[in-house]
């Protein structure tokens, strides 16, 4: 039950966010074991006069950064490890060479704790 936040810039295509959010989904089936029906991709787009890395405007190309809530213990090291590398090529494919990929955080939360339309993880585990 992934749920996804990508922060960019707002200066970059529609397109290319949609491009993102399906390869998103598809490295959560694929390298993250999943269900798509669960996954949710969403994008906050900053204004590039507000986006700052190392104290300096994102300029020239957008600077990225990805917040995905899991639950904890459904992956192993090297399921994440794949998952930020794909992440990383994927953006560098999609928004070009001057895109940068500032980060990915993996956050993990209790099984009691997460939930999907109402229903905790804990609870679909039991089921």
Do not use: C, W
Request: aromatic share 8%; net charge neutral; glycine share 8%.
């Amino acid at each position: 039950m992934p749920f996804m936040r990508v922060t960019v810039p707002s200066n970059v295509s529609a397109q290319s966010n949609a491009a993102l959010a399906k390869d998103l989904t598809n490295f959560s089936v694929t390298t993250l074991r999943k269900p798509r029906e669960m996954t949710t991709v969403t994008f906050v787009r900053v204004e590039p006069s507000e986006y700052f890395i190392g104290g300096e405007a994102v300029e020239p190309g957008p600077g990225i950064h990805l917040e995905v809530s899991l639950t904890t213990g459904t992956n192993s090291a090297d399921e994440r490890k794949r998952f930020i590398k794909e992440v990383s090529e994927s953006i560098v494919r999609i928004y070009g060479p001057n895109a940068t990929l500032r980060g990915v955080a993996l956050t993990e939360y209790l099984p009691e704790s997460y939930g999907y339309e109402g229903i905790t993880r804990y609870e679909r585990s039991h089921r």
